[in-house]
């Protein structure tokens, strides 16, 4: 990514973050990549505006089937604790797992790209549910328009809480999964944990550019970052930076180029192989993708399924937090699903923002209280399975 690039270029893409529809990001975009010098050193940039240019154009064009009543839809509103998305090849057994893993009932068939469009369905853990949404077969070379709904199906991807990959483990697994890890690098989705993060939030209320260091910069120092931020006319913009990151990081970042997706692999078709051969490919995969969960499933003889939804609640790195009245004896039965990290601050922020203001304090039962009932501030870490109760200055709560 180059750091360095002209005044104009540097103002159109401004632009376009301030866009808001697709039709205005889409316009600002293409204004962006004219604006782009052409040399060695921006190349990957460019690659990456070329495909979200198309991108845009299919999520307007979309929105104006949408609006005339015809097409297909990609978009699948979330639903539920976290969105999962299957992705794979064709006929590698996904709508045969959707249908036993939820509730849809998606048509199975030996003929390949049987599903056309995304098919929706909720996956219970416990007490919550997940949403399962099963994508349209990708094949080799999706990423670069080899088939119109491609680069549709890694928008969905891009927009999912976790990737599911299906694999069907009687042809050739390891290409499927090579294939599909190299279409979503292509599409900017990487499957590898980034040792740090950066957090960018936009926002009119923040004055100039402001980098808030909760990590360790690796390459360069904060006054580097702030460079970045004034040579990219970042304002308006806080950055966080947690663990470990480069440079590189940051403005990949902040140029919104690159997203990391936790991810289920899912082997299937146990059944048409032997015992020796899986637990070869589910050691390479191991080493091929280091941060995923693996399970190994035939939807034919329904055998490794339940294993699958505990592995989701895993990745998608959320806790359950039951809330409880004041002198009510139990909680509420539905929890509220919060990132892994949140605090009593977040917590009381999702029931009602304005209750911070009156927060007095806040009693803990559960893994991350001392013991029960201890007495807690706004900035105390929650953990899975804690169930809180709240006192705030307003009378009665
Ligand atoms: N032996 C065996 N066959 C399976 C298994 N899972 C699915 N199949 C068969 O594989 C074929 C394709 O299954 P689908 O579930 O439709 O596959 P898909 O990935 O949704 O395929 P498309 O939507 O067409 O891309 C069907 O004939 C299924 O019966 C399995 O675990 N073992
Ligand atoms: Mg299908």
Sequence with gaps: MPT???AEARAKWLKYLEARTPEEKL?????FFSAIPKHKGTENLRAWVRRKISELKEEVEEKRLRRSGGGISFFIEKEGAAQVVMLGMTQVGKSSLLRLLTNAKPEVSNVPFTTKKPVPGMM????IYFQVVEAPALVEGSADGAIWWGTRVLGLARNADVLMLVIDLSNDPLRQVNVLIK?????????????GKVLVRKSKAIHGAKVVLCGKLIDC???????????SRMYGIEVRIYGEVTLEDVEKAIYETVTYKPCLVVLNKADLVSRDFTIKVVNSIKDILPDAEVAVTSAKVRKGLNDIPGKVFKLADIIRVYTKEPNSPKPSPEPLILKRGSTVEDAVRRVREEFVKYFKYARIWGPSAKYPGERVGLNHVLEDGDVIEVRTTIKGI
């Design 4 to 6: 360095n690039l002209p």
């Design 27 to 31: 316009a600002a975009l293409q204004e």
């Design 124 to 127: 219970r853990y416990e007490d």
């Design 183 to 195: 279409e979503l690098k292509t599409a900017g989705i990487y499957l590898k944990k980034p040792r």
């Design 221 to 231: 120092t904060i006054d580097d970052v702030r460079r970045l931020l004034e040579v």
